[in-house]
Structures are given as C-alpha cells and as structure tokens.
C-alpha cells in the first residue's frame, strides 16, 4: 500500500490552507459604499434651491406689483373722492343760490334796473361761478330732465301720466341731482311718465 494514502490528515495543515484562502477573499472584497455621495445629489440640491429661490422671487414681485396698482387706485380715489362728505354739505348752498335766480320772474328781470338789476346779475353770476368751481372737483350737476330713469342716479317720487314719451322718461325734476367722479353724490328727484310706448334699453344688451 501507498505509505501517503495512510498517512493521516494534519489539521494543522488543513486549518492553515483554509486562513490562507480566508485571506486571499478578503483582500479582493469591495470595500462598503454606504457612506459615499451620490454623485449628483449636491447638484440637484443646488437645483431644487434656485428653483425655490425664484418661486419666492417671483411671489415677492407679484406681490409688490399688486400693492403698487392698489396704492395706485387709492390715490386716485383719494383724489376724486376725497372732497364727497365737503361737497355734499356745499350742495345746500348750491340749491338756495338756485332757488335765488328762480324766484325772479322773467318780467321782473327783463325790467329790473339799477341796483335790482345789479342784485340779480350778481346771484345768477354767483350760482353759475359755483357750479364751475365744484365741477372743477369733479363734481357735476345732473341733468335728467327727458332722460331715461336711472335708479343709480334718479330717485323717483311720483308717476306722470303721459303718453306723449316712453314710459321711465324723466318729465319733471322736483330737486337737482349730482355726481362725484362716476358715483352719485345726491339722486335728483324726479317725476317719470306712465302710459306711453316702453323706453328702448339704452345698453344694447336688451
């Protein structure tokens, strides 16, 4: 018999030839990657902020742009209508200079002379001027006398039967009206006739 098939294994040599190739795998294993970077993560990160960045940006710029055209329109509204309360009050002024000039009858002024001619002159001068001073504030007379009714800027007192015009046709005006900018300061009060053909609609729209 072969002496080498009876010799007996060495454990020694055994467990040596199993370290050495223990230690010939783990010089060639991957080192762990957990801990490296993604490779484009900083530079989506920087992405993901300039993105955000301008989000704000652009919201900042809306905003400011609204505040603008707000402040804008509240001048504007200052500005027109900033005098409403001390016109409003001027209104009475203007109605007494109106019913001045009204009280004289024509014949009267037709012969006034002298001082009484002078008198009258100066009332009629007086309202007229007033009237241009508040229109200069931008507040106006209304005239609707013949106009369609307005429930924006008439405020009507009674009916007036009348078949000669469309019905909703101002005929009669009771008190003077007057608007502020395109807003109504005071309604003129007036009389609308009945009983005529229906007022054509003045927006098209009807």
């Known amino acids: ?9 060495q454990p020694g ?27 484009f993560t900083e530079l989506e990160n920087l992405h993901a902020e300039n993105a955000s960045l301008k989000d704000k940006v652009l919201r900042t710029l809306a905003e ?34 109106r019913r001045a000039v009204e009280s004289v009858p024509a014949e009267v002024k037709a012969k006034a002379e002298g001082p009484m001619k002078s008198l009258i002159e100066g009332i009629d001068l007086t309202e007229r001027d007033f009237q241009s001073r508040l229109a200069r ?51 003129a009060k007036v009389g609308v006739a009945r009983g005529g053909p229906k007022a054509a609609p003045t927006d098209g729209n009807g």
């Open 13 to 39: 040599a055994e467990q040596g030839a199993g370290a050495a190739q223990d230690t010939s795998f783990g010089a060639t294993a991957p080192q762990s990657t957990i801990n490296e970077p993604e490779p």
């Open 64 to 97: 400011m742009e609204n505040l603008r055209r707000r402040t804008e329109r509240e001048i504007a509204d200052a500005k027109a209508y900033g005098v409403t309360s001390f016109a409003r009050d001027m209104l009475t002024f203007a109605d007494n200079l």
């Open 137 to 187: 504030h931008g507040v106006k007379k209304l005239e609707p006398q013949g106009q369609k009714f307005d429930p924006n800027m008439h405020e009507a007192l009674f009916e007036v039967p009348d078949p000669s015009v469309p019905t909703g046709t101002v005929v009669q005006v009771v008190e003077a009206g007057y608007s502020i900018g395109d807003r109504c300061l005071r309604p």
């Open 1 to 9: 018999m072969n002496d080498r098939e009876n010799t007996p294994a």
